[in-house]
C-alpha cells in the first residue's frame, strides 16, 4: 500500500481540523442559544412575576377607594386614606415597587363636550383661548371629540395639525374620562380655580385655604363671596392608579382608571374602566411620588 504523501497528510489536517471548528462552533452555538433560552425564561418569570404585583397594587387601591366611598362620599381630597397608598422604591422580593393614586376629576373632561351642553362648550372655548388656541382650532377639537368620541386620551388631539406649544399648554388643563364627569375643586390646580372662578386672586386664595386645611367646602366659598362653578363639585368619580413592579431586571407598569360608584342595592363600587401598560401609558397618568 502507498504511504500517503506530505502533501496529502497536510491536507488530511486541514480538513481535520476545519471539522473541528465546525464542530465546536456548532457546540458554541447550541451554548449560546441555550444560555438564550434560559435568559430569556428568566425574564418572562420575572415579567409574569412583576405584573402580578403591579395588578395587586391596582386591587389594593380599588379596595381603599371602595373603602372610602362607603364611610366618606360626601367629598374627596388628597388627604383622604386613600391618597396615602402612593408609594416610591417600596421593597418587595428581589425587586421595588412604586404606586401613584390620584384624583383624576381635576380637570376638564373633553368627552363632556360630546353632550353638546352649553356650558360644557362655554367651559372649553374659555379655558382654550386662555392658552392661546384660536377659534378655528377650537372648533376643530369640539367636532373631532364628538364625531370621533368618545377619547381615551389625548393623544388623537395631536393628530388634528395643533400647534404642540399650544396645545401642551392646554393639556394640563384637560383629560379624558368615560362618560361626564365635574371637576372637582379639591383636585383642580391653581390655573384651573383661576378658569373656573374667571379670577385669578380668587384662585390664589382658594389654593392656599386649601393648601392648610386639606380640601374646600361650599362654606369657604361663600365666606369668599364665590359661588361654585358651572361643571363643578367637591367629589369625584374617576381615579387614575398607577403601578410599576421591578423584579430583576424586568419592570412592568400599568395605569388603570377606577371608576365608582353605588350597584342597584346601594353597594358601593370601585371597578376599573381602562388600562394602559407599559409603553402606552398616557401622559395623564400622574408621576410616581418623590422618594421617601
Do not use: C
Not at 119 to 136: C, H, P, S
Not at 253 to 260: D, E, F, G, K, S
Amino acid at each position: 500500500m502507498r504511504a500517503p504523501r506530505d502533501d496529502e497528510q497536510g491536507m488530511i489536517l486541514i480538513n481535520v481540523l476545519m471539522f473541528v471548528a465546525i464542530a465546536s462552533g456548532l457546540v458554541l452555538l447550541l451554548i449560546t442559544r441555550e444560555e438564550l433560552a434560559l435568559d430569556r425564561g428568566l425574564r418572562m418569570r420575572e415579567a409574569a412575576r412583576a405584573l402580578a404585583v403591579a395588578r395587586g397594587g391596582e386591587l389594593s387601591a380599588e379596595v381603599a377607594l371602595r373603602r372610602d366611598l362607603e364611610q366618606a362620599p360626601g367629598q374627596d381630597h388628597a388627604r383622604e386614606p386613600w391618597a396615602e397608598l402612593s408609594e416610591r422604591g417600596a421593597a418587595i422580593e428581589g425587586g421595588t415597587f412604586d404606586l401613584a393614586i390620584a384624583d383624576a376629576e381635576g380637570r376638564f373632561n373633553v368627552n363632556s363636550l360630546r353632550s353638546g351642553e352649553a356650558g360644557a362648550l362655554v367651559l372649553f372655548q374659555t379655558m382654550a383661548r386662555e392658552v392661546g388656541i384660536d377659534d378655528k382650532d377650537i372648533e376643530a377639537i369640539i367636532a373631532f371629540v364628538r364625531l370621533k368620541g368618545p377619547v381615551t386620551d389625548l393623544r388623537p388631539l395631536r393628530l388634528l395639525g395643533l400647534d404642540p406649544v399650544v396645545l401642551a399648554r392646554i393639556e394640563p388643563l384637560v383629560t379624558a374620562l368615560p362618560g361626564n364627569t365635574s371637576v372637582n375643586l379639591n383636585a383642580a390646580d391653581e390655573a384651573m380655580l383661576a378658569i373656573l372662578f374667571r379670577d385669578p386672586a380668587v384662585a390664589r386664595r382658594l389654593a392656599a385655604l386649601r393648601a392648610r386645611q386639606g380640601f374646600l367646602t361650599a362654606k369657604d366659598l361663600t365666606d369668599a363671596n364665590v359661588t361654585i362653578p358651572w361643571g363643578t363639585s367637591f367629589r369625584s368619580t374617576t381615579f387614575w392608579v398607577r403601578t410599576r413592579a421591578t423584579i430583576g431586571g424586568t419592570s412592568q407598569q400599568l395605569a388603570t382608571l377606577i371608576r365608582r360608584g353605588f350597584d342597584g342595592d346601594g353597594r358601593p363600587l370601585a371597578l376599573p374602566v381602562a388600562r394602559w401598560r407599559n409603553a402606552a401609558i398616557p401622559r395623564e397618568a400622574p408621576d410616581y411620588p418623590a422618594k421617601r
